[in-house]
C-alpha cells in the first residue's frame, strides 16, 4: 500500500463519517451539542497540518547534514575534468 493510498482511506473514512453527522444520518446529543465545532473541523484539521507540515521542513532544513568528504570529492572530480578538458584544447576560464 503507497503512501498516496493510505492518505486517500483516512480521508475517506474521515469525510465519510463527517458527512454522516453534518447530514443528521447519526443522531446523538452530543453531536447536536458540539456541531458548529463538527462544522468546523475539517478547518482545523488543514490548519494543524499545515503547521506540522511547515514545522517538519523548518527542522529537516534546520538539522541538514554537510557532506564534507563528498564536496572534496567533487571538487577533486571538477579538477580532473578541467585538466582533461585543457588537455583535449578546451579554454576554461575559472
Not at 7 to 19: D, H, K, N, Q, T
Request: proline share 1%.
Amino acid at each position: 500500500m503507497t503512501k498516496l493510498f493510505e492518505w486517500f482511506m483516512a480521508a475517506a473514512c474521515f469525510l465519510s463519517v463527517y458527512f454522516a453527522i453534518i447530514l443528521r444520518q447519526v443522531k446523538h446529543d452530543v453531536l447536536e451539542q458540539y456541531m458548529l465545532e463538527i462544522q468546523l473541523s475539517p478547518i482545523f484539521l488543514v490548519l494543524i497540518f499545515g503547521l506540522y507540515s511547515a514545522t517538519v521542513v523548518l527542522y529537516r532544513t534546520f538539522t541538514f547534514n554537510n557532506c564534507e568528504e563528498a564536496a572534496k570529492e567533487l571538487m577533486e572530480q571538477i579538477k580532473e575534468a578541467k585538466a582533461d578538458l585543457r588537455r583535449k584544447g578546451l579554454v576554461l576560464s575559472d
